[in-house]
């Protein structure tokens, strides 16, 4: 099964100054495993507010390595479905968060996170889950 890292695992792995050596572990068994995938949706994430144009570049040449997942509008669809139903049940969430989450519903990937709001969405929505500490 394929895995979408959400934006806090990747910056805990790209830390230059103190990275997270348990999920940088996990990261790359799981990049050689071939099973990381990369949604539009975190590339925009991570990209955005790197301030330094050479740091920039370089995480655009980073990411080029990882299959993109752009969203469908079935992927729109779904997740303003859930954001709906998580609402509905007093669950908040991002927009964001319930993009990425109906992508990897709909490519049968799981999401892996530190966010603690993707186990209440859970709650509600049935998706493969895999938390990991800070």
Known sequence: MNIIPDTPIWSLVL?????????????????????VVL????KQELLSGVRNQTQFDNLIEQLAHFPLILATDTDHVLAAKIFNKCQKSGVQGSH????????????????????????????????ELQMVGP
């Open 39 to 42: 949604p539009g949706v975190v």
């Open 96 to 127: 964001i968060d319930f993009l990425i989450l109906a992508i990897a519903i709909n490519n049968s990937a799981s999401i892996l996170t530190t966010d603690k709001d993707f186990q209440h969405y859970q709650k509600h929505v049935q998706f």
């Open 15 to 35: 830390r230059r100054d103190k990275p997270n050596r348990e999920v940088q572990n996990l990261f790359v068994r799981l990049i050689e495993e071939g099973r």
